[in-house]
């Protein structure tokens, strides 16, 4: 069976402030999937019942049909990162691996390992975590994630605090986790990260999912979409042409040129052409703005933040 995050019909109520209303999307295997929303719009609350830390009101999330509650060993199967500020703060870095270590029946070798991979110094992780940096905070939020070698992946914010050789690094680390099969669910604030790295992106606004699908069902747009009868001809003769083009999912293609370049083209290939149109879709930001204007808290004056 796919190792997949599957939430249907989550709704979580605070009295009678809904939280998350009516929320469903599923995080696949192989790929990073992006959770972008406005602040309050209840990304957080959704990580957090997925990992069973809040019970919902109704609805369900799964990991492979199974509740993380009822997981015998949860963090072999979910790795989580929800609040690096929530971290014992008395302890070492060093001594709250070696104790999630225990609890999970992993050996003394793996806490080096992770201590090696998110490049906390043996004098860093000799630290108490009160003395950590937010930055320090995350890196061993992350090791600790990853502790168990779970096969999937659930961050809030993890490249908060990090500094961008940091955000270099967690981008090849969840590319790569996702490349060897690995599921990975990560929100983040940083929409250019996410433009980067997500391969399927879910959008939520006061709660409820505005959209959802992949990073270029979303995005497409700037250039031209072209269809034809004969697509990987096209495709040939566009490459040829230096012309970039990204196929997309309705089929046919994403062309970075405008529309009448991509007709004269295919008129002089003699490729009969069934769509040809101009991309409507814009930047992650401008689609982020667009999609959640009418749940964001502010307008877009900057008149109150003059001296
Ligand atoms: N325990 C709680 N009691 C009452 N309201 C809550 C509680 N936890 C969260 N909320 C409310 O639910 C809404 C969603 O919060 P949540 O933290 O999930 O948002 P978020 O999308 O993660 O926001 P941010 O981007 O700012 O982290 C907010 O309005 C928040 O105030």
Known sequence: METMITVEHLTKRYGDYVAVDDVSFTSKPGRVTGFLGPNGAGKSTTMRI?????????????????????????????????????????????E??????MTLGVGKGRVEEMLDMVSLTPEESGRRV????????????????LLGNPRILILDEPANGLDPAGIHWMRTLLRDYADRGGTVLLSSHLLHEIEIIADDLVVIGHGRIVAQGTKEELLAGNGTRVRSLDDDALLRAMTAAGIVARPVAEGGFLADVAPEVIGRLAARVQIPLVELRPGDGANLEQM?????????????TTQGARP
């Open 130 to 145: 009160r003395n950590y940096s937010l930055g320090m905070r995350q890196r061993l939020g992350i090791a600790n994630a």
């Open 288 to 300: 982020f703005l667009d999609l959640t204007a009418a749940t964001a808290r502010e307008s877009t």
């Open 96 to 101: 709250i691996l070696r104790l999630s270590a």
């Open 50 to 94: 997925i990992a069973g830390l809040t019970p919902a009101t109704s609805g369900t999330a799964t990991v492979d049909g199974t509740a993380y509650r009822d997981m015998p060993n949860p963090a072999t199967e979910v790795g989580v990162l929800l609040d690096a500020s929530a971290q014992h703060a008395g302890r070492t870095g060093a």
